[in-house]
């Protein structure tokens, strides 16, 4: 019989008032359950710091101290509600909060429906994401890392994005190289713009609309359109000027409006994109607005650096050197 995987917390234990049901997930820095409130009786989802990531790196508390922050000062339909937040003084854990989405979470809809989403579901789902980022740009803050595993729904359908703790302040320029290491990369390379994967730091508003568009192409396709790459491979054909093949290679039926808007939002150069999430919706309003982006032109590069130049220049020196050599043997047998 397989081992019985440990957990930050036992399920049919307590975490102060709250009783603990069942995992929810497990991610990179800690944990998921769900549990019931001991008063209200009201199921909630916690998600609660790995207690060894929290003693090795103090960063990744203040991570959870910045998410909790912000959303429990924040309310937006599309946006996860945080409640409470805090450290269990009884077992030290830092936890969080926040509503329990019971529709599951956009990756759990995709594994359903590995050929794509219903066009109307990408529209209405791309249409509630949009509007978080919109609140969240409001407030002056980056996400940096929208995902499907990010994006849960609730018992309305509503889409609900969540996972606050890589924002950064794109007014001020205070982000988390306060409390991160400096070289750290913030977010999910699938799903990252190319200038975020080279410095998650610079990142801003338009990194957003670049992952939101990624997103809606694999709801579109049921595939990303970086599948079977690495991260530095991705990165090198953005950097190389390479685009995304059409959404209608993997899905023929998607409206042409919807396929220009997302080779505009998943454009390399960032000035080529919409320019915030704001700008993504009012564009899914008026389709006719849409325009894909123009060709992506790479920087000039000097002759005396264009290998193919340099390769040309040598066959000829190479050609000439021939010509002569023909040239001079030919007088000297003539003699």
């Not at 998607?254 to 009012?282: C, F, I, K, N, W």
Request: aromatic content about 6%.
């Amino acid at each position: 019989m397989a081992e019985r995987e440990e957990t930050i917390l036992a399920p049919g234990g307590a975490f102060g008032t709250y009783h603990v049901l069942r995992p929810l997930g497990k991610g990179g820095a800690g944990e998921v359950f769900l549990v019931e409130d001991g008063v209200s009786h009201v199921n909630y989802a916690v998600k609660v710091l790995d207690p060894g990531i929290a003693s090795e790196d103090p960063g990744y508390v203040a991570r959870f101290v910045r998410e909790a922050e912000f959303a429990l000062n924040s309310r937006h339909p599309n946006v996860v509600a945080v409640h409470d937040a805090g450290k269990d003084p009884d077992t030290g854990l830092c936890y969080i909060v926040m509503d329990y989405l019971p529709g599951g979470t956009l990756r759990d809809l995709l594994r359903e429906s590995p050929r794509g989403l219903s066009i109307e579901g990408v529209l209405s789902i791309a249409r509630d994401v949009a509007r978080a980022l919109a609140f969240v740009e409001s407030r002056g803050l980056v996400h940096r890392d929208v995902k499907p595993e990010n994006i849960l729904f609730g018992r309305d359908g509503a889409a609900r994005l969540a996972d606050l703790g890589a924002t950064r302040s794109e007014r001020d320029g205070q982000d988390t190289l306060r409390v991160t290491r400096a070289e750290a990369v913030v977010g999910t390379p699938a799903y990252m713009a190319p200038e975020q994967m080279l410095d998650s730091h610079a990142a801003d508003s338009r990194s957003d609309v670049y992952s939101l568009g990624v997103v809606m192409y694999e709801m579109i396709s049921g595939r990303r359109p970086n599948d079977g790459e690495t991260a530095m491979s991705t990165l090198a054909k953005a950097l190389g000027g390479r685009s995304f093949p059409d959404v209608r290679t993997f899905r023929p039926d998607a409206p042409p409006a919807l396929a220009a808007l997302v080779a505009a939002m998943t454009a390399t150069d960032p000035a080529q994109r919409p320019a915030s999430g704001r700008e993504v919706l009012e564009l899914l309003a008026n389709p006719e607005r849409i325009s894909p982006p123009a060709p992506y032109s790479p920087p000039a590069v000097p002759w005396y650096r264009d290998r193919s130049v340099l390769f040309a220049v040598a066959a000829l020196v190479l050609a000439c050197c021939a010509l002569a050599v023909a040239v001079y043997n030919a007088l000297e047998g003539g003699r």
